[in-house]
């Protein structure tokens, strides 16, 4: 239970760190490389997928070469690319 609450309270920290940041960016015309740092720190963060698992276990996952198949060329008629070869 401590844990938990110290890893909130850490991420309600940094969270309000950031917070202070774009703001000092937005507002302040002091701002500097020191909040577009932090700022862009957090924005890459939250760009990270926090939600991921193998491939395998994944439900609806598409299986290795699906995409590839479908944009193989089989039989006559015109490929990927031909379109202006007629």
């Known amino acids: 239970m401590a844990g938990r609450i110290a890893r909130r309270g850490v991420l ?11 703001l000092r960016l937005a507002v302040a015309p002091g701002a500097g490389a020191l909040e577009g740092t932090i700022a862009a720190g957090g924005w890459g963060l939250s760009l990270l997928p926090v939600h991921c698992v193998a491939k395998a276990q994944a439900v609806g996952a598409v299986a290795a070469g699906r995409w590839r198949a479908a944009w193989r060329v089989t039989g006559e008629g015109p490929g990927v690319g031909d379109a202006g070869s007629g």
């Not at 309600?12 to 774009?22: C, I, K, Q, R, T």
């Open 12 to 22: 309600l920290g940094l969270g309000a760190v950031w917070w202070w940041a774009v």
